[in-house]
């Protein structure tokens, strides 16, 4: 059973995993797909595929820890084949919960990035997200709210409208900064705490 996880979804980037997966089983004339992408979104790209292969694609969708679960429940049993999620925390989780093996594949190395393929081989990236923060234009000026960490700044205490801490893009949030700026800053910003800007 092939397992591989990726985010958002790149057609050509998708016919590659999708060729991946059926390059393991070369009997293979259909590929389950799980994917936490709207179906409007990613079935365009799956029926094109289908298309230019002949290979049918059998699509699952519902939200990502939805369909986490699903296939932690399913174990090794599970018929799919290509999970379509968000998140790098959702990734991390996954590899936490052993959910899938690697999958070393030439088509997959020479279509998509290193930096966007996950050095074991479990997840490929597809896109990335823009982590964007909108302000009321009649009471910010754009010099005062620029970056994430002028967040930790005492002028908007009582003004963000955020998603609790405990939401998966926000932890993905910390670990970049994590990464980026060190646990040190990182700390420092996330108990708003004033000092050198990072």
């Known amino acids: 059973m092939f397992k591989i996880f990726i985010v958002n979804n790149r057609f050509y980037w998708v016919v590659a995993l999708l060729s991946a997966c059926v390059s393991v089983n070369s009997l293979a004339a259909e590929v389950n797909i799980y994917s936490a992408r709207k179906e409007n979104l990613i079935k ?62 030439s088509t997959i190395i020479n279509s998509v990035p290193e930096h966007l393929r996950d050095p074991n081989g479990y997840w490929v990236g597809l896109s990335q997200r823009a ?54 800053a990182t700390q420092r910003w996330a108990e708003g705490r004033s000092g050198p800007r990072l």
């Not at 982590?131 to 910010?140: E, G, K, S």
């Not at 970056?147 to 609790?164: F, G, M, P, Q, V």
Request: with cysteine.
């Open 131 to 184: 982590r964007v923060i909108f302000y009321a234009i009649d009471r910010v000026q754009p010099g005062q709210l620029s970056t994430y960490e002028d967040l930790a700044d005492a002028r908007w205490k009582n003004r963000i409208c955020i998603r609790s801490s405990g939401n998966i893009y926000n932890q993905s949030l910390v670990a970049s900064m994590i990464a980026s700026n060190g646990p040190e």
């Open 44 to 105: 365009p790209l799956l029926d094109k595929f289908s298309a230019e292969t002949g290979i049918k694609t059998n699509l699952i969708t519902a939200k990502a820890d939805t369909l986490l679960t699903r296939m932690i429940n399913e174990g090794r049993n599970t018929p799919a084949d290509l999970l379509i999620t968000v998140d790098a925390g959702r990734l991390y989780r996954a590899v936490q919960a052993d959910l899938f093996q690697a999958v070393k594949s």
